[in-house]
């Protein structure tokens, strides 16, 4: 397939990239280059004659339909998306104008492309979401995909808004979508800004290790590449209009993967005391969630589809990969919120 990828600068986005080339599809890249871009997450792929990158916003219209009246793809996988909570509590207006407004334009430029490409039946428009729309969980239970949406922060209620409005497309306008919904993700080319990499940049550096509250707050770990690879099979298999929950089944307390991280880093760069000792427990974010957790099953019975990744494998190959990759961690230091602590707005 020729795949039209937005976001694909971005963490996941470069991983399903990454993936599609190995798999043999060809793909367009459509990326803004904000922030929390790098085109280094895509170098390995760059000079292949299946890439072709394409500087522009989804919230460009004209943009846009440009950009698939030119490379005409068979499917749009939109990754494109301000994802840090903490970044939504400080500014919330950058969410709704990508997340929201961006989703709306990027909708109606391939409602339009689809349209005068004559309705093709292999279309697709494949939405990635995150299991942060349903809200928290208590103690038990699971997110399915009949969840009811209950996002507590701007950031998850800015993608609840973009994963209904692709719904809205595809019941009053035909357009042949699905959506996937996923739990926290992590692996190489991380932005700095996130748990996983905030805790190796932090140990490494010798400063306090931030963990929000005491660390109780629980998370379903999936690692970037089993998200990749079930993000293509939905886009391949997937049923039209069909939501799926893509998790990693990995469900830990951030205080116990903050360990985890620590005694692994122990173990591949000693230090003279314990990475652990470095841990300090910080003010907790504004409504934070308590747990997320997902139910598999969809995607397990109807795709056939498990991850791969356990924590103990795929954190450690993380870890070896950020020692191994100094120089793409150093270059994303100075960006915008690097370093500092976010989201304590009231």
Not at 67 to 95: Q, T, W
Not at 219 to 229: C, K, N, S
Not at 236 to 246: L, T
């Amino acid at each position: 397939m020729k795949i039209l990828v937005t976001g694909g600068a971005g963490f996941i986005g470069s991983a399903v990239i990454r993936r599609a080339i190995a798999d043999g599809h060809s793909v367009v890249n459509v990326d803004a280059l904000t922030y929390a871009s790098c085109l280094d997450n895509v170098a390995e792929v760059a000079d292949s004659a299946d890439y072709t990158f394409e500087h522009a916003d989804i919230r460009d219209s004209e943009a846009m339909s440009g950009v698939l009246r030119k490379h005409n793809p068979c499917a749009i996988m939109h990754l494109a998306a301000e994802s840090h909570v903490d970044r939504s509590i400080d500014g919330p207006a950058a969410f709704i104008e990508t997340n929201v407004t961006g989703t709306y334009v990027l909708l109606e430029a391939a409602r339009d492309f689809w349209v005068t490409s004559g309705r093709p039946e292999n279309f697709r428009f494949h939405h990635i979401s995150t299991d942060e729309v349903f809200g928290s969980l208590g103690e038990t239970g699971f997110f399915t995909e009949d969840s009811p949406y209950r996002p507590n922060s701007p950031y998850s209620a800015s993608k609840a808004s973009s994963d209904h409005l692709v719904r809205a497309w595809h019941e009053t306008f035909g357009l042949p979508v699905v959506l996937t919904n996923c739990s926290n993700n992590y692996g190489p080319y991380q932005f700095p800004e996130k748990l996983v990499p905030v805790v190796i940049l932090s140990a490494l550096s010798g400063k306090p290790i931030p963990i929000y509250g005491a660390g109780d707050n629980i998370r379903d770990w999936l690692h970037v590449e089993d998200h990749a690879e079930a993000l293509l099979l939905v886009l391949e298999k997937g049923a039209i209009g069909r939501s799926y929950n893509i998790g990693g089944e990995n469900e830990m307390t951030n205080l116990d993967l903050v360990k985890m991280l620590c005694a692994i880093l122990d173990r591949l760069k000693p230090h003279t005391t314990p990475y652990a000792d470095q841990i300090k427990f910080v003010a907790d974010r504004p409504g934070h969630d308590r747990r997320y957790a997902i139910d598999p099953t969809r995607m397990r019975e109807e795709l056939k589809w498990s991850p791969s990744y356990t924590p103990e494998k795929g954190l450690e190959q993380t870890v070896r990969w950020y020692l191994d990759n100094s120089a793409w961690l150093s270059a994303l230091q100075a960006r915008s919120g690097v370093g500092e602590r976010l989201g304590i707005a009231q």
